[in-house]
């Protein structure tokens, strides 16, 4: 079963730092483009960043100079990172890792991030 998992999640205050963290179990993950995507309340959902095979990254402009993405290929296990940093009310939202590529589209499970003092 395809799974991705993700962590890192939780309340921070205005102007902190958090890092979501998502593991890919397989492989075949190392071709997917990996990505985080985030959901607010009332809104739909948005990419936030994204990242190749080969490392080529790309940023929703709301998070330019604030968020980066990186990736680990392992063996067997893909990993795919996201560190936040300058963090403001309206990066409120459930951050779901993403994982696309050779026709196939996967989710994970979402995880909250809560910015408020």
């Known amino acids: 079963q395809v799974q991705l998992v993700e962590s890192g999640g939780g309340l921070v205050q205005p102007g902190g730092s958090l890092r979501l963290s998502c593991a890919a179990s397989?492989?075949?993950?190392?071709?997917?483009?990996m990505g985080w995507y985030r959901q607010a309340p009332g809104k739909q959902r948005e990419l936030v960043a994204s990242i190749t095979r080969d490392g080529t990254t790309d940023y929703a402009d709301s998070v330019k100079g604030r968020f980066t993405i990186s990736r680990d290929n392992a063996k067997n296990t893909v990993s795919v990172y996201l560190q936040m940093s300058s963090l403001n009310d309206e990066d409120t939202a459930v951050y779901y890792c993403n994982a696309r590529g050779l026709g196939l589209n996967f989710w994970g499970q979402g995880t909250q991030v809560t910015v408020s003092s």
């Open positions: 397989g492989s075949f993950f190392s071709v997917f483009t």
